[in-house]
């Protein structure tokens, strides 16, 4: 079957002996996503899901049961005062410029303790110019970067805050960087500290792709918001679109003002129909989540074995679902992404190709065959065209799926004559 999708006897070989040695690791996932099952469960016969949760409401949407339970719910799981959970939140960078915007008004200053934030950040805080951005608002912006072995560097962030500094922006996630994802205990460390300095400052952390891959969430450990996205892990690849935001009752209650409009807040927004779908979708999450852990220990192992640099390593615990591989060449991250797209169960016949995509500064490849279009929990892999041409692998709604991708990957660096076996 294998030969079948285009996987050498070579290549597939290569992966088996892999996976000889995961075993263990594979068993210390499935426990995690038992236990994170058993959350989301819990939360949801706590607040009596019932069918009639499940229909849908249009125009206003006042009185929408259905929304506002999946609400509780997500309170419920991150252990938070509050939730916001709209599907009119159209991806990760709305929902963290929503939480962003309702938060800080002029003359407040936001602060980044673990070096630049993702790209699409850029523009909305104002990094780079943008109409409508932060810093067109009158808010500023302070950074302190990590120390050269990827740790925080404390005297630099106690030097960082000021009377000023209102929220402290926490990135879980290594975007297109090749620094190391932070646990939710390292997050837990940083809050305290800052809440040390300055004890009223609003800590936000950008939660995307590391939802359910431990035991605890930010949340958990003195974050007062915790944003992400519906078509990354909590969404289970069943959402169609949506974000979230879960915190203290203030904060979001800031954020439905800002999402919808001052007065409106969380009583108007109609579900649409989705609510099967993003109730089934975190459902399912834990399960998928571990799918895609999986495949990116699996990723490590591989490009460790043929000498490429693997941010986390192969053997290093896993704090989000991302796997960075540095390969060094813009032919290799397209023959890598080749190899993903190949796989995929949608536009598999589809070759992708570098462009300028809105909010990137750098030419960015993206390869996903997905069934929700830019769904970075199905199978994916993207990276920018400049130094040091790593790409970033993600996703896969099976395990099963992930692997295939990541031998696929490899089977087009081989024919591109990049590896040789």
Known sequence: MY????????????GETVLTTLRERFAEIDAAAEYNQGKVLLAMQKNRVSAAHFAATTGYGYNDEGRDNLERIYADVFHTEA?????????????L?????????PGDELLSPVGAPYDTLEEV????????????????????DLKEDGSFDYDAIRAAINDRTKLITIQRSKGYATRPSFSVSQIGELIAFCKSVKPDVKCMVDNCYGEFVELAEPSDVGADMVVGSLIKNPGGGLAPVGGYICG???CVERCAYRLSAPGLGQEVGANLGL???????????PTVVSGALKGAIFAANIYERLGFACVPGGAEDRNDIIQAVTLGSREAIVAFCKGIQSAAPVDSYVTPEPWAMPGYESDVIMA????VQGSSIELSADGPIREPYAVYFQGGLTWYHA??????????????GIVRL
């Open 83 to 95: 939730a916001l959970v709209r599907p009119q939140i159209t991806c990760g960078t709305h929902a």
């Open 403 to 416: 692997k295939l991708g990541i031998l696929m990957s490899l089977q087009k660096l081989v024919e591109a």
């Open 275 to 285: 609510m099967p779908a993003l109730y089934q979708g975190l459902f399912l999450s």
């Open 368 to 371: 996903a065959g997905a069934f």
């Open 125 to 144: 805080i104002g990094i780079r110019e943008s109409k409508c951005s932060l810093k067109e608002y009158g808010v500023t912006y302070a950074q302190a």
């Open 248 to 250: 203290t009752k203030e």
């Open 3 to 14: 030969e079948a999708l285009g996987v050498s006897r070579a290549v597939y070989e290569v």
């Open 97 to 105: 410029a929503v939480a962003l915007s309702a938060n800080l008004l």
